[in-house]
């Protein structure tokens, strides 16, 4: 946790002052390309921060313990940083959008995976495969048809049981089901603590849970899946790539509208609204992005983060190195300074109410205790978060109109905009 902590206190460091930025008559091409090759930067660093996760796992699946238990949860929350600052680029891009679910969707139903605790159920109206449990199971039934799970490969995971049945709660890839198999599940409600899987549930010797063997081959395979789904998008934004290809056959409208789609997306309907709003509403523990880990404040922070990054043109890479260029900062600010202006102070003060919201989960209680129904201080800095979003989405629309861009229409949430829908 102390090496998040330094990264986050960069990013709270790493204000968005125009004065800073050094590229004078910026165009737009230059700007384009400058986002694409940050999008390289992040899925370079999401798949390098992935395979030393791969390598913890194996570490662990060798000599599993307490010890290296802990060194692949460590791991995953690394992983987690570079990731959640790419997000940005999922609206906009298609090719990010249709991608995304195979490693980041979420909730998941647990019970598709593995055990679970009688309080999580045993059937569900939604969900035949609820309570599956592919690990304990070789043989499972998917709309009508058995299939041989007997082996536990990415390919089983990624072409049968992911979305398996048509249902998005199948989530059987990507960062969650790990963290699922790292963690396990928390019971704790909206009390302290996280999961608290123990290592024994991967040991032949000792084995707790049953089915440890097919428990490990599930891991091992879940997590070279996670790999080979981030090279893909590397080469998607290498030179060449067909994220690339896409961005420069949009023309300069296109590929102005894809970054300020992303930014005010995520900002709105998706940050502000299903992954926190949402939550907030319903006092509920299960709508937390990073809920098996506790992680979820620093998810958002990153995703907030990376918001920020997609205006000025400047992104700090795993390694701590710098990569800065032309940026839509500077573009705006050529067209509008005030509105630039008004745009930076907005996203550096959202970073500022994250930063509480990070300090409080660091200092006082998690994020799934802050939104717990009744609790005025935690609820109030989530809120303020959220309030946040908001208002640099308001700013990001300003921009949008400073550029000429037309109709862009941003991500919604029922949350924020119909909230009495959320209970019906």
């Avoid at 060194?71 to 991608?99: H, K, M």
């Amino acid at each position: 946790m102390k090496h998040l902590a330094k990264l986050i206190g960069l990013g709270l460091l790493a204000s968005t002052s125009l004065t800073a930025m050094a590229h004078a008559d910026v165009t737009p091409e230059a700007v384009i390309a400058h986002y694409a090759a940050i999008a390289e930067a992040k899925y370079q660093d999401s798949l390098t921060t992935a395979q030393a996760l791969d390598a913890t796992i194996e570490a662990f699946l060798a000599a599993p313990d307490e010890e290296t238990l802990e060194a692949a949860r460590t791991a995953w929350l690394a992983a987690r940083v570079p990731y959640q600052q790419s997000e940005v680029y999922r609206f906009g891009n298609a090719i990010v959008d249709d991608w995304e679910g195979r490693v980041n969707a979420w909730p998941l139903d647990e019970g598709l995976i593995d055990y679970v605790d009688p309080s999580y159920g045993t059937e569900s109206d939604e969900n035949v495969l609820f309570t599956a449990n592919v690990i304990a199971n070789p043989a499972i039934e998917i709309n009508g048809a058995m299939i041989d799970a007997g082996k536990i490969t990415p390919e089983l995971i990624s072409g049968t049981l992911q979305e398996a049945g048509g249902i998005e709660a199948n989530v059987a890839s990507g960062y969650h089901a790990i963290e699922f198999l790292l963690w396990g599940q928390d019971l704790n409600g909206n009390g302290p603590g996280a999961g608290a899987r123990p290592a024994t549930d991967y040991s032949l010797e000792n084995c707790t849970g049953e089915n440890c063997d097919r428990r490990r081959e599930y891991l091992g395979a879940a997590s070279d899946l996670l790999v080979a789904d981030l090279e893909e998008m590397v080469a998607n934004w290498k030179a060449g790539g067909a994220a690339r290809a896409a961005l420069e056959e949009a023309g300069v409208a296109g590929g102005l509208s894809a970054i300020l789609t992303g930014m005010g997306s995520l900002s709105y309907g998706e940050l502000a609204g299903e992954r926190m709003k949402l939550g907030l509403l319903l006092g509920d523990p299960e709508e937390e992005h990073d809920c098996f880990s506790d992680n979820t404040h620093n998810s958002h922070h990153y995703n907030a983060v990376g918001i920020r990054t997609a205006f000025t043109g400047s992104y700090t890479r795993a390694d701590g190195t710098e990569l800065t260029g032309p940026s839509l900062a500077e573009l705006v600010s050529q067209k509008e300074p005030a509105i630039a202006a008004e745009l930076s102070a907005d996203l550096d003060a959202t970073i500022t109410a994250m930063g509480a919201m990070v300090a409080r989960a660091e200092t006082v209680e998690a994020y799934d205790q802050m939104i717990a129904t009744g609790n005025a201080e935690g609820n109030a800095t989530v809120q303020a978060a959220i309030d946040g979003l908001i208002k640099q989405t308001r700013s990001i629309e300003r921009a949008i109109a400073v550029l000429d861009l037309g109709a862009i229409e941003l991500e919604g949430s029922d949350s924020l905009d119909s909230p009495e829908a959320v209970f019906q």
